[in-house]
């Protein structure tokens, strides 16, 4: 990564912010400007000392080697034509949104193709904004690249090269998939805990202060991914539809097979469902995905 | 709790096993017997020395001021009948199933009402047996209690004390209502874990590595309570059928809204619920109900 002495964050929130403390911590040499639209997140992440943080997209991005935009989704298009014409001819461009097919094509009409390589780190934690972030939380997470056909070579190296020193494990992948799979291990199930955590503070018959006392029966373990940005969320969703909309069919179907069990009490069949879901934990274990530690090592009481 | 001499124990999994820990460290007068069905647990308590391990559930209770019966709730009316007709006259029955109209009926049933009380520790983890128990375990947490009408109130203090004693704070509630807020603060979200497990296994689109791989994006938080013990999750959803059921229905409801909001971008719709959902979380921790670590205060990588 001899050829990156400069690099623009876009967008100062819990990734960008993680990004820069990496940076700061693991390729020191390496130049960080920032920038964020909210003056006061741009304040607080001088505060902090996370970068040089600039007043203007143009500033941040004059000199860049790599471009990260960490804005979210419904806001690439916007980042992407605040800094065009204001790029150095082989900055490369990337991105950290949780969507991939609409934010390459934002991008791809924008900004010159050859240097895109949009990014995804599978990483994150329920809190949001510069205070949130932490420099070890790209360790031993995924990184997901999804270049388009045009993307060069050399570009995709360095992204990947990049995201390595951060503690990432990189793979590439079509958008189209990276979107079906993200569906199914990240937007699903933030929606279906957005969905319960809704339902259960609107219920007559239970009060909300019932919820929270005894919600360390299951219910707080959702409550956790549900804390997430309200704006980040919503904008996934919208970007993400088509494959939310299929994974969401195949979840209810499946839920109506356990609901019409449990009406015949069908004892076998909800048996044999709850039998084979705890091996897919152990793999996740196993391959360092999340602790071992029983109850995610909660510290109780 | 001076006339609790001997406990007897019957069913040494998770929960057991951690009253017979937490009763060893903090009532260490109280002898304490255990019996379990399968031998293999039995010999496994022995070995621990988690109390005096007998062959017969009748020797179990013989002489026991207080049986707690810690067995899947579709086991409880078996274990009654095991143990009618060998009690001392005044002894007390209690146990800690997760649902309670269908266990107090059972208990009911088959034992003296009067010495009744049912009860619900609402703590737990993913692990079951012997092994997975710790005296900690009911620290901080409610304990549910749903006596019946015929009851006698000092059987009712003693038990208190009881759990007050392991740590727990405690609570007296109709079996009914408690078993309509379980249904929304364990066994819906349960249910919703086992299925989206399921889901995700079973999509042809995506392979099974590949939600193991990037399931920190949100999945891996389902896994672990889709990693209970599946002939206790059986038994609760047949036994607690009607207010599941009824649950259920409401966060389809709600669920299909979404989905409708996502089919027709409408993000003010999404954007709203998810505004809303971060307060109840905020609460949670702020009750000591979870920990106020980002990510369960996970060690990651």
């Not at 080697?65 to 034509?81: E, N, T, Y």
């Not at 360790?139 to 990049?162: N, Q, V, Y």
């Not at 919208?238 to 179907?253: C, I, K, P, Y």
């Amino acid at each position: 990564m001899d050829n990156l002495r400069k690099l623009a964050i876009i967008g100062l929130g819990l990734i960008g912010s993680s990004i820069a403390r990496a940076v700061r911590e693991v390729l020191p040499n390496i130049l960080v400007s920032g920038y964020d639209t909210d003056e006061a997140v741009g304040a607080r992440a001088a505060e902090l000392e996370l970068a040089k943080i600039v007043n203007s997209p143009e500033e941040a991005v004059a000199d860049a080697d790599l471009v990260i935009l960490c804005v979210p989704v419904g806001s690439m298009a916007a980042a992407a034509k605040s800094i065009a014409g204001k790029l150095k001819p082989d900055a490369i461009v990337s991105d950290v949104g949780s969507s991939k097919s609409s934010v390459s094509a934002d991008l791809e009409r924008i900004l010159p193709a050859t240097r895109i390589v949009p990014a995804h780190p599978v990483a994150g934690t329920e809190n949001s904004g510069p205070d949130a972030g932490f420099a070890a939380l790209f360790h031993g997470r995924w990184c997901i690249l999804t270049p388009g056909s045009a993307a060069d070579g050399e570009a995709l190296l360095m992204l990947r090269k990049f995201w390595e020193a951060l503690g990432a494990k990189v793979e590439v992948m079509d958008p189209k998939h990276h979107d079906m799979v993200l569906a199914v291990t990240s937007h699903i199930p933030h929606l279906i805990a957005f969905t319960i955590v809704g339902t259960a503070s609107d219920l007559e018959q239970v009060a909300q202060s019932e919820v929270i006392k005894y919600s360390a029966g299951g219910f707080r373990d959702f409550t956790r991914i549900a804390a997430s940005s309200p704006v980040m969320w919503r904008d996934i969703f919208l970007a993400n539809r088509e494959a939310v909309l299929d994974t969401l069919q195949r979840f209810s179907e499946d839920l109506s097979l356990l609901q019409r069990a449990i009406r015949l009490q069908d004892g076998e069949t909800l048996f044999n469902l709850f039998s084979r879901t705890s091996a897919i934990r152990r793999s996740i274990v196993q391959q360092g995905q999340d602790t071992a530690a029983p109850d995610f090592g909660r510290v109780q009481g």
